[in-house]
């Protein structure tokens, strides 16, 4: 089973800038996609960005799209969100995982199969 540990998660005020990594333990050839889900207190897990392993192609959910930006370094079996201009609203845990293709046209959480533990991201108003 692959092990995810996320990291980089800290409390920024608004229009501030933070960068996140997921690294795993391993990325065996199953593995499809790679993503980023946040959850902010009382709220469902939502979609924020995904990227195909295989060759890095991005997606993002509208309400980050142009101040997030997902990134992998292959050979460190890493991934990468680095958010800029940040708003209070993103407030939130955030959740790398490993998902399955599906998850590529829909964006929905039950095509997750693997998370990580998750960083807190606060941005202040």
């Known amino acids: 089973q692959v092990q995810l540990t996320e990291s980089g998660g800290d409390l920024v005020q608004s229009g501030g800038s933070l960068n996140l990594s997921c690294t795993a333990s391993?990325?065996?050839?199953?593995?499809?996609?790679m993503t980023w889900f946040r959850q902010a207190p009382g709220k469902d897990r939502e979609f924020v960005a995904l990227?195909?392993?295989?060759?890095?192609?991005?997606a993002y959910a509208d309400s980050v799209k142009g101040r997030f930006t997902i990134s992998r370094d292959s050979a460190k079996n890493t991934m990468y969100l680095v958010m800029k201009n940040l708003k209070p609203e993103d407030t939130a845990n955030y959740y790398c995982g490993t998902g399955k293709a599906a998850l590529v046209l829909t964006h929905e959480s039950q095509y997750v199969y693997s998370w990580g533990q998750g960083t807190l991201v606060a941005v202040s108003s």
């Open positions: 990227l195909r392993w295989s060759d890095g192609d991005p």
């Open positions: 391993q990325v065996p050839n199953s593995v499809i996609v």
